[in-house]
């Protein structure tokens, strides 16, 4: 995010998307993990039966002196199925990838590959990769700069815009972030980063544009982590106008949740200083009591307790 003076977004942005790199193709998967080794079935005994012959530990073995066949439950087919695609993965991965570029998940190399002409590729990917790291480490100046080197490589390449995008929006450079993170919906057709586009848009003072992004969100819809981030980002922007009765319908949460996540408390957050200024100091504080239960170092919470505490003067 960008700095807070800059950046009018209430709250912390969600760790989504999770994995270094940003990216945010849930279903996709982050970086290539690997499994811890397991072994199956017992192990051979040294030692020498009276007949001379070789015996075996108990579960490796059988009473005629040869090994068992391996047992496999459920659990042990999937964890060696695991084994096999990822080793399938790991073949099928290019021989020249070099620097960070060979964290980068397979999906990301196959995309970048499909657009960037051969002889661009690995270069690309070498820039991506450092972009993608430094966004992870919380470095958004060298992750604006690697990516631009990307890009000049590899400029059809979603993955590479968005990284750009996301990496600009938390530098403040809103007129770079939304050209990308554009440049990005058009090539993934997705919907993901809209109410990040949303934001932007609220911290030029693009009024207009902030509606049409929020209409464009509701047409087309998205994940459900996406829709809340829409709802939180919207109805700040709605609070900031003092359109307080139309941010209270975006962002009502209904009940409250018993074990909120980050989502939750976002959202409970806006939900909280709407109260507020609607005057409905128990409301508020309930959403209040909330967060700081839940997460005690929740950014913002001050303020809202302070909107609370006005209203009892």
């Not at 790199?21 to 290539?32: D, F, I």
């Not at 919906?185 to 911290?203: F, K, Q, S, W, Y």
């Not at 957050?269 to 504080?285: F, L, P, Q």
Request: proline letters at 4%; charged letters at 30%.
């Amino acid at each position: 995010m960008a700095q807070q003076s800059n950046n009018p977004r209430s709250g912390k942005r969600g760790k989504g998307n999770s994995s270094k790199g940003g990216y945010s193709k849930g279903s996709k998967g982050g970086r290539p993990g690997s499994s811890k080794k397991s072994g199956y079935g017992g192990s051979k005994g040294s030692g020498k039966g009276s007949s001379g012959r070789k015996s075996y530990q108990s579960g490796s073995g059988s009473s005629n002196g040869k090994p068992k066949k391996k047992q496999y439950s459920a659990t042990t087919r999937s964890v060696e199925a695991k084994k096999r695609a990822e080793w399938a993965d790991k073949k099928k991965r290019r021989r020249d990838l070099t620097g960070a570029a060979v964290n980068l998940p397979n999906w990301v190399i196959e995309g970048l590959e499909r657009v960037t002409p051969k002889d661009r590729v690995a270069p690309a990917l070498e820039a991506l990769g450092a972009a993608s790291e430094a966004l992870g480490d919380g470095n958004f100046q060298s992750a604006v700069k690697h990516g631009l080197r990307a890009k000049a490589l590899a400029p059809n390449d979603p993955t590479t815009r968005e990284t750009i995008g996301l990496a600009a929006y938390r530098v403040g450079d809103w007129s770079m972030a939304l050209n990308e993170l554009r440049a990005y919906r058009r090539m993934a057709g997705e919907t993901t980063h809209i109410p990040v586009e949303m934001d932007v848009l609220r911290a030029m003072g693009r009024d207009n544009d902030v509606e049409k992004a929020w209409k464009e969100l509701n047409a087309k819809g998205g994940h459900g982590l996406v829709m809340n981030e829409g709802r939180v980002v919207y109805g700040s922007w709605l609070l900031d106008k003092g359109r307080v009765e139309e941010a209270w319908d975006v962002v009502d949460p209904g009940r409250i949740v018993d074990k909120p996540n980050e989502a939750h408390l976002r959202l409970y957050y806006v939900a909280g200083r709407v109260a507020a200024a609607s005057g409905d100091r128990e409301t508020a504080k309930r959403f209040s009591d909330t967060i700081v239960l839940t997460d005690p170092s929740f950014p913002g919470w001050e303020q809202l307790e302070s909107e609370i505490a006005a209203l009892a003067d």
